[in-house]
């Protein structure tokens, strides 16, 4: 029998959502509104629930790994048995796909690579437990290796042809910051055809307030990208010159920077892949860490998006602009950080990155990605700081975050002024980075 939520600790209580969202062999990203399992949700799922168990977190990575595709591609959500979410298997329709899977049902599009911090993570959850746990850990990275060295290289090939170093995105959900107003001038070149079958959203019905979420008008251009990719059979090369929204996301970039460097560091410790694969992944990590620096604005010092179609810089002041210190220190970024702008402004309710700036008068504080502060952003960055020797950093967003989620509820995100859990609740990725902070 479950115990009441109210009754247990916070770290219980993030325990007792994994718990309650797991399908068996994946974990639903929330209970209601996402009954399936999406990609980067699946990776910070692993980290939350390699503090519970190395062998379930790992689990969790190989369900996701059973629906790559042939070209390398991880898709963006993999389908469970479950049903409530719109749009689902049918409207995606990769079946027809050539580089599908066979026996899974997922999308035909992408999210950003953080699967290899994951691995990571559960290496060192392993390594901290030792004995089986450590030996699975290992031998998880030895038999993956592979799997996601293809993951990266499709992003580095199909999705950066001209090899400048940021990766191109074909759809706003690809970057998981679904309704940002860095999409909005890509979006209105959007124009839904005619032909775009009619829909019925359902994602509406699982939140309390509708203006939590993105509108109709958004949903339309969101599914008329979809129907351009189904026609084409979700082909990369066909895909490039249909879509209408091609982007170079400079913060998917920043995490394929610094994940692909993990990725070769883990490598060479448990000697997986070949030395000409390590030395891939440095390349890696190195073109794409340069490809971030070049697109920081002099004036503002925020890295940004560039339109591919129009060929025109995005300078609108969003989270993402923080790219740069995901890949390493960087003083200038770091003040910026903390900075009245961003964390340092007083109006917020706690010092923690909202997705625009406080200062940006379009900040909508309850509009899911326009404003509201994501957990799993501050877990990012709190761990890129870790890693880059910047402590005093990482445990300023580590306490901040603990507060702000000390209520338990576990929301998909948060108002920034007065830091109420807004979206779903419940919600498996903001348990799980709980988890690890708690560890
Ligand atoms: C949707 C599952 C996903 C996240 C995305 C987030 C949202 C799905 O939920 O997108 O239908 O709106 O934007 O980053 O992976 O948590």
């Not at 925020?302 to 060929?311: C, E, H, K, P, Q």
Request: charged share 25%; aromatic share 10%; net charge negative.
């Amino acid at each position: 029998m479950l115990v009441p939520v109210s009754d247990v600790g916070l770290g219980d209580r993030a325990a007792q959502v994994l718990r309650r969202n797991d399908l068996g062999s994946m974990t639903a990203a929330a209970p209601r509104l996402y009954p399936h399992m999406w990609s980067w949700d699946s990776a910070l799922i692993a980290v939350g629930l390699a503090q519970l168990s190395v062998p379930r977190a790992v689990t969790e990575l190989r369900t996701l790994l059973r629906a790559q595709w042939s070209t390398g591609m991880i898709p963006h959500i993999v389908f469970s048995a479950g049903d409530g979410y719109f749009p689902g298997p049918e409207r995606w329709g990769t079946q027809a796909a050539a580089a599908a899977p066979a026996s899974v049902r997922t999308s035909g599009i992408c999210q950003p690579p953080v699967h290899a911090v994951a691995v990571r993570r559960i290496v060192d959850a392993g390594r901290r437990a030792g004995g089986s746990a450590r030996e699975e850990a290992e031998a998880f990275v030895r038999e993956t290796f592979g799997a996601w060295l293809a993951w990266h290289r499709w992003l580095a090939t199909a999705r950066d042809p001209d090899r400048r170093g940021l990766v191109e995105i074909y759809h706003g959900w690809e970057s998981g910051m679904d309704n940002s107003p860095r999409w909005d001038r890509p979006y209105a070149a959007v124009v839904p055809g005619a032909e775009l079958p009619s829909f019925v959203r359902t994602d509406v019905d699982h939140v309390g307030d509708a203006r939590e979420r993105p509108t109709d008008a958004e949903y339309g251009r969101y599914l008329w990208l979809v129907e351009q990719l189904r026609r084409v059979g979700y082909d990369d090369d066909a895909a490039r010159d249909v879509v209408g929204f091609r982007v170079a996301d400079v913060f998917t970039s920043a995490i394929l920077a610094v994940a692909s460097e993990e990725l070769a560091l883990l490598g060479e410790e448990l000697g997986a892949g070949s030395g000409d694969d390590v030395a891939e992944l440095r390349e890696l990590a190195a073109r794409f860490r340069a490809g971030v620096a070049s697109t920081v604005s002099p004036s503002t010092g925020l890295a940004r998006d560039l339109d591919r179609r129009s060929g025109e810089w995005i300078e609108t002041e969003t989270v993402a602009g923080f790219a740069p210190l995901l890949c390493g220190p960087d003083d200038r970024q770091r003040e910026l950080f903390w900075g009245e702008r961003w964390c340092g402004h007083p109006a917020l309710a706690h010092p923690l990155p909202p997705t625009v700036s406080p200062s940006d008068p379009g900040l909508q504080p309850r509009a899911y990605w326009r404003g509201p502060v994501w957990p799993i952003v501050s877990w990012l960055f709190s761990w890129a700081f870790a890693r880059h020797g910047d402590d005093d950093g990482a445990g300023r967003l580590r306490e901040a975050s603990l507060r702000q989620l000390a209520a338990g509820d576990f929301g998909e995100y948060y108002e920034p002024f007065t830091g109420e859990p807004l979206g779903s609740l419940h919600q498996s990725w903001t348990a799980a980075v709980t988890l690890d902070w708690l560890s």
